[in-house]
């Protein structure tokens, strides 16, 4: 039994799947990652400033400038397409398997998807709101009070929200199967949560080594959207 069969057999199996999802998850639909290979973060100066310094509570307040420019070269999700994998996360979903998805992702691809439970750890592009009236947009916007308008996601310095990591935290616990998708496991506290994990299979699929393979029920080294097609194959044809 090659590795796509068995996560397959895993899922059938399980009653209460959660998938925990991180920026290798959207590779495949054109979007680069952070900590990967040719990620973000392996560019590590534009227009003279560090990345992680860039998406800074701070440096959005006193650069707008080059924080809107970052975000419009290296983040945008503009004419970005859900793949296979956000697909079948969806559709596993529907099957009653995947109870919730958590992801760190700010690109909303889970929801256009079709998923129904997110949680967005970080937020999401998708929502821009008013510092001052609290109008929102789907998109950036000239706001009519002439206040501060900014992304609904979380910068570094910030901190996350409350409710969605409580929410986050049960539903891993509640979890007998959670599948790790497209994340090196180094950002914290996102991270973390992976503690809260008690069920009895933990599936890793990344390119790269994770810090927690060694205890994962199944390692997976190949693309999430290749690996899920496969998936879903196997499992439309136990029906």
Same mark, same amino acid.
């Given at each position: 039994m090659n590795k796509i069969e068995q996560l397959a057999e895993i899922i059938n199996n399980s009653n209460y799947v959660v998938a925990f999802t991180g920026a290798g998850a959207s590779t495949d639909s054109g979007l680069t990652d952070f900590r990967g290979k040719t990620g973000l973060y392996t560019q590590r100066s534009y227009m003279g400033y560090e990345p992680e310094e860039i998406l800074s509570h701070d440096f959005f307040f006193n650069h707008r400038d080059v924080f809107?420019?970052? *975000?419009?070269?290296?983040?945008?999700?503009?004419? &970005?397409?859900? %793949? !296979?994998?956000?697909?079948?996360? @969806?559709? +596993?979903?529907? #099957?009653?398997?995947?109870? $919730?998805? /958590?992801?760190? %992702?700010?690109d909303d691809l889970h929801q256009a998807a079709g998923s129904k439970?997110?949680? =967005? *750890?970080?937020?999401? +592009?998708?929502?821009?709101?008013? +510092?001052?009236?609290?109008?929102?947009?789907? $998109?950036?916007? &000239?706001? !009519?009070?002439?206040?501060?308008?900014?992304?609904? /996601?979380?910068?570094?310095?910030? #901190?996350?929200?409350? @409710? &969605?990591?409580? =929410? $986050?935290?049960?539903?891993?616990?509640?979890?007998?199967? +959670? &599948?790790?998708?497209?994340?090196?496991?180094?950002?914290?506290? $996102? @991270?973390?949560?992976?503690?809260?994990?008690?069920?009895?299979? *933990?599936?890793?699929?990344?390119?790269?080594?994770?810090?927690?393979?060694s205890i994962a029920s199944l390692v997976i080294r190949e693309r999430f959207a290749d690996v899920m097609k496969g998936v879903m194959k196997i499992l439309k044809n136990k029906k």
């Open positions: 809107d420019k970052y *975000l419009e070269e290296k983040l945008s999700i503009n004419n &970005i397409k859900p %793949n !296979e994998g956000h697909k079948a996360l @969806a559709e +596993l979903e529907k #099957m009653g398997k995947i109870k $919730a998805v /958590i992801t760190q %992702n700010i439970k997110v949680l =967005e *750890l970080h937020g999401t +592009l998708k929502k821009w709101y008013c +510092l001052d009236c609290g109008k929102s947009e789907t $998109a950036s916007f &000239i706001c !009519e009070c002439g206040g501060t308008v900014r992304p609904d /996601i979380t910068l570094y310095g910030e #901190m996350l929200d409350e @409710a &969605i990591v409580s =929410e $986050a935290v049960k539903e891993i616990e509640k979890a007998d199967t +959670l &599948i790790i998708v497209g994340t090196s496991l180094t950002v914290y506290p $996102a @991270a973390f949560y992976i503690n809260y994990f008690k069920g009895k299979n *933990l599936v890793i699929i990344n390119e790269t080594e994770t810090p927690r393979d």
